[in-house]
Structure formats: structure tokens, C-alpha cells
């Protein structure tokens, strides 16, 4: 076996500083046309905003929604910000797309050398919607939580998955999401026009790209989605509230309305698993992942070097200190101190080291590593009254 560090994802645990590419996302569309030599299947192509297209050739005459969705997303992230664009034809369904052993999920990050941290899927054929949506969007779910699971646990990339809730046709029909585990894995309902077999994903890859990684998606303070309109199927979101609130209690990311403010929002950035789950919320999905990717970056330093032990076999207690000093200074330098985790005396995060492994006879060192997120206010009730003498 290759020496190797690896890392474990601890769940149940809350009881319910490089360039950052913190928000750089692989935006797929199942669907496109090839232009040519210069936007060509399959490649990743990196750009920097709308006008990026014209020097791929592609146009609204040859691409349309690939057009939209690019547009959608740098309405609400800011020209210049990074995104990887890639076109598929459109015999591949997201089932097969997302398929960890015959799909293009791995092989796509591998090629990108895992600096992404999410892949958004969107699709363009015409399908049926047997179960609130499209049935190829349902059974990619899974796969899709395969394949991420394998690009986090063996490429040491963890990614998050977004798909396209293709074909929605009624809340009531919806699967519920919050029955499964696909904690890397979330589907997105709504577009921004009217009767729409489409999802507004370049809408919701902006959103996320121009947020810190601990700001949930939906947070009023972020202020109003860049959309004029927004509708759940054919029914504007403002009078389609009752379906806004059943898909997402069923486990879906959603546009909804806050009554006295303009514009929409979305309503929880909620994956595809039980919300019990430490992961069932995109901020701590992108939080844990972050945490990972430095904690590897860090302990990978200190592969196959010698280690000072003691008599036992066991590491010495200044090499013990200075492996945990590493990995916490790390993840602070680059996620505390950029208001990423709560600090708790100046610090977010602590690694746990047992002093009694015998390092000596096994080469196997576990090494536990905690960062503490925030809380968010999810529901807030307010009780108000009259002041008086009595009261």
C-alpha cells in the first residue's frame, strides 16, 4: 500500500492564507453545441465573464441557454470572477453523466486538478416529470453523491454537487430529499421564466460563488437575487409560496419572497439528506471541505519524515504538540482569521492527537481535527406587546 494520509469526515457532531478558490465552480451544460475548434465537448473552458463566450464563438444563434445561464450568473457574481464552462452532447443524461465509474464527474476534476470546489449540472433535452421532476434528474442523485464522495475520500478534492430540478410539475410529488443521505448533493427548483422546463442554476452558481463559504445562500443581509421575476413552474413565486414551502421541507434549494422586500431569495441552501445531518446545509458542506483541504495540505508535509518516539513506540510529546500547533495555525491563518469559523479565544478549530498510538509498530498516526461553525438563525420569533405598569 502507498504511504498516504488519510482523511475521515467526523458526523454527529453538532447535536442537530493562499489564494482563496473558495468559490470556483465547474458550471456543466448536458445539451451544448459544439463550436468548432474553440468550444469544443467535454473541455473545461475558464472564463472571466459574458464576453469570455465571444471568444469561444459561442452565441445565442448556437447556445442559447448556455448564454442565459452564464449571464445569470455574472448578474450576480461580479465580472471577472472565475468559472469553468463545459459542454456536453445532448444523448448524455445526468444519470449518465454522474455516474462515478463511467460518468465524467471524476474525470472532469481530475482534469482540473481539483481546484474546483462544486460542479453545477444543467440539462436541456425534453423530459417527463413523473415525481415533481424530471426522473433523470432523481436518479442521478445518488450517483452524483457516489462520484463526490470518491473525488473527496481518493483525489483528496472534495466537491459539492448541484442538479438542475429539470421539468418541475408539482411540490406534492416531490421525493423527500431529507429521507436520503446524499449530504454532497443538492437539487435546485425555480427559473426565471415563465413555465419553464429549466432551473435558474447559473443564478444559484453566482450566488454561491460570491458569498464566503460560511454565508448561507439565502441570508437577507446578502440582499436580493438578480432576477426581475422568478417562477416555480408557470406560477410567479409570490403567489406560489404554498409549493415554495412543501419543496422545501421536502429537502429542495428554492427562490421565495420575504414579505416587505423587494425582490427574491432563496429560502435555505438545504442538500439532499436528513437535516440532522452535520452536512445537510451547503455552508457547512463548503465549511468541512475547506477545513479538509487544509488539513491535508498540511499533513502531507510530514509524510514518511522521521518522528522523534519514546521508549513505547510512542511520539514524543514535543512532536505531538507540534503536529497540532501545524494544522490549527493553518486552518486559523486561513478560515478564523477570515471570519470563516467562530473563534473561541482567537481560535476555530482544534486538533486532537493521541499520545499513546505506537507509532513505532503500527507507522499509523489518527490525527482528529474539529473547526466550529456558526449558527444561524433559521427561525425567529418575536414576542411582542404594550408596555404598561403590569407588564
Known amino acids: 500500500m502507498l504511504p498516504k494520509v488519510t482523511i475521515k469526515y467526523l458526523n ?11 468559490g470556483l465552480l465547474a458550471l456543466v451544460l448536458l445539451g451544448a453545441s459544439p463550436v468548432g475548434e474553440t468550444f469544443v465537448e467535454g473541455v473545461p473552458y475558464r472564463i472571466y465573464g459574458v464576453s469570455s463566450l465571444e471568444d469561444l464563438g459561442v452565441t445565442e444563434e448556437n447556445n442559447a441557454r448556455l448564454v442565459k445561464i452564464v449571464q445569470e450568473f455574472y ?18 443524461s445526468m444519470t ?5 465509474d463511467t460518468g465524467k464527474i471524476v474525470e472532469l476534476v481530475e482534469s482540473l486538478k481539483g481546484a474546483v470546489r462544486g460542479i453545477v449540472v444543467a440539462g436541456t433535452a425534453e423530459t417527463a416529470a413523473t ?4 426522473a433523470d434528474v432523481l436518479t442521478a442523485v445518488p450517483l452524483a453523491q457516489a462520484a463526490a464522495e470518491h473525488c473527496a475520500e481518493s483525489l483528496y478534492a472534495p466537491v459539492f454537487v448541484i442538479l438542475e430540478g ?3 410539475a408539482d411540490a406534492a410529488k416531490l421525493p423527500d430529499m431529507t429521507e436520503q443521505g446524499y449530504n454532497r448533493v443538492a437539487v ?9 422546463k429549466d432551473a435558474a442554476v447559473g443564478l444559484l452558481a453566482g450566488r454561491i460563488a460570491s458569498v464566503p463559504i460560511q454565508r448561507n445562500i439565502g441570508a437577507v443581509l446578502s440582499g436580493p437575487l438578480n432576477a426581475s421575476q422568478m417562477y416555480i413552474g408557470s406560477v410567479p413565486v409570490d403567489r406560489a409560496m404554498d409549493a415554495v414551502r412543501t419543496a422545501h421541507d421536502k429537502g429542495y434549494i428554492v427562490p421565495r419572497i420575504h414579505i416587505g422586500r423587494p425582490g427574491y431569495y432563496y429560502a435555505d441552501d438545504v442538500m439532499c439528506c ?20 487544509i488539513a491535508y495540505d498540511t499533513l502531507i508535509d510530514y509524510l514518511l519524515s522521521e518522528i522523534e518516539v519514546n521508549e513505547d513506540g510512542t511520539m514524543q510529546q514535543p512532536v505531538v504538540k507540534g503536529w ?17 469559523l467562530s473563534a473561541v479565544n482567537g481560535s476555530g478549530c482544534r486538533c486532537l492527537i493521541d499520545a499513546s498510538q505506537n507509532v513505532l509498530a503500527t507507522g499509523v498516526i489518527e490525527v482528529t481535527v474539529k473547526v466550529l461553525p456558526y449558527g444561524y438563525a433559521r427561525e425567529i420569533v418575536a414576542k411582542i406587546g404594550f408596555l404598561t405598569n403590569n407588564a
Open 166 to 168: 429539470r421539468a418541475f
Open 188 to 196: 435546485v427548483l425555480g427559473d426565471t421564466a415563465e413555465g419553464s
Open 96 to 100: 449518465a453523466f454522474c455516474n462515478k
Open 12 to 22: 454527529g457532531l453538532l447535536g442537530t492564507v493562499p489564494d482563496s478558490q473558495d
Open 274 to 293: 436528513d437535516q440532522t445531518d452535520d452536512y445537510a446545509h451547503l455552508t457547512a458542506r463548503r465549511t468541512i471541505d475547506k477545513a479538509a483541504r
Open 324 to 340: 497540532q500547533a501545524s494544522v490549527e495555525s493553518a486552518i486559523d491563518a486561513q478560515m478564523t482569521a477570515a471570519g470563516e
Open 131 to 134: 415525481e415533481g421532476v424530471a
Open 75 to 92: 448578474a450576480e457574481a461580479s465580472e471577472g470572477t472565475p468559472l469553468y464552462v463545459v459542454g456536453y452532447a445532448s444523448a448524455v
